[in-house]
């Protein structure tokens, strides 16, 4: 059974940080593209980061700078570092595990993340 599951969100203040963490299990982790996802409400869902099996990471332009993605194989984990935090950052953020030449593709159920002073 696949399961995502994701940890670490919640209140920040506007310039403050959090790390978001996405447990796997039940995939053969080096196979997997791993990125992070939000939606705002009211707003589509949208990719944040992203990282390959081999390192490369793609980023928002909004997040860019500012957020950085990680992957630990040994730990079959992914992380999110959110620095300088903005209001406008606030979203539920989703892990998503795919491979992209299969339609192999799962999610987490969500975090909730805030940014309010």
């Known amino acids: 059974q696949v399961q995502l599951v994701e940890s670490g969100g919640g209140l920040a203040q506007p310039g403050g940080s959090l790390r978001l963490s996405c447990v796997t299990s039940?995939?053969?982790?080096?196979?997997?593209?791993m990125g992070w996802y939000r939606q705002a409400p009211g707003k589509q869902r949208e990719l944040v980061a992203a990282?390959?099996?081999?390192?490369?990471?793609n980023y928002a332009d909004s997040v860019q700078g500012r957020f950085t993605i990680s992957r630990d194989s040994a730990k079959n984990t992914v992380y999110l570092q959110m620095n300088s935090l903005k209001p406008e950052d606030t979203a539920v953020y989703y892990c998503?595990?795919?491979?992209?030449?299969?339609?192999?593709?799962?999610w987490g159920q969500g975090i909730q993340v805030t940014v309010s002073s």
């Open positions: 990282a390959t099996s081999g390192d490369n990471t």
């Open positions: 039940g995939i053969v982790f080096r196979q997997f593209t």
């Open positions: 998503n595990a795919k491979i992209p030449s299969a339609t192999i593709n799962y």
